[in-house]
């Protein structure tokens, strides 16, 4: 079974960036669609962004993707979110998730962005942007 561990989150200040790492345990991590989602307070887990198993296809929510990359690195198992001019609103547990339908080897593919359709979760990692 694959863990993740991410890493990078924090107090930030509005207009800041954010890096946020999400490191998978597990040889199969190359066979996974991977994402990220977040929680505020009191509101339910929403996506952020995703990209396919080489990386090649990527997409980012519309309420971010002016201010939204994502990309992996592969042979680090591990996946990265960038954010740039952080807004309060962005606050909240930022997790990485994985989805294991294969695609037939393909990277090009509808990516999934509904938490229900991810089959792992790491614990998540607080990010506070203040105002």
Same mark, same amino acid.
């Given at each position: 079974?694959v ?14 960036? *954010? ?7 597990g =040889?199969i991590?190359?066979?996974?669609t991977?994402?990220w ?21 990527? *997409?980012c929510?519309?309420?971010v ?6 990309? =992996?690195?592969?042979?680090k =198992?591990?996946?990265y *979110?960038q954010m ?23 990277d090009?593919y ?19 942007v203040?105002s």
């Amino acid at each position: 079974q694959v863990q993740l561990v991410e890493s990078g989150g924090g107090l930030v200040q509005a207009g800041a960036s *954010l890096n946020l790492s999400c490191v998978a345990s597990g =040889r199969i991590f190359s066979s996974h669609t991977m994402g990220w989602f977040r929680q505020a307070p009191g509101k339910e887990r929403a996506f952020v962004a995703a990209i396919s198993v080489r990386g090649g296809n990527t *997409l980012c929510a519309d309420s971010v993707k002016d201010r939204c990359a994502i990309s =992996r690195d592969n042979a680090k =198992r591990t996946v990265y *979110l960038q954010m740039n001019s952080l807004k309060p609103e962005d606050t909240g547990v930022y997790y990485c998730a994985g989805h294991t339908t294969w695609y037939g080897g393909r990277d090009y593919y509808a990516l999934p962005t509904q938490a229900k359709d991810y089959d792992y979760w790491g614990q998540g990692t607080q990010v506070t942007v203040s105002s």
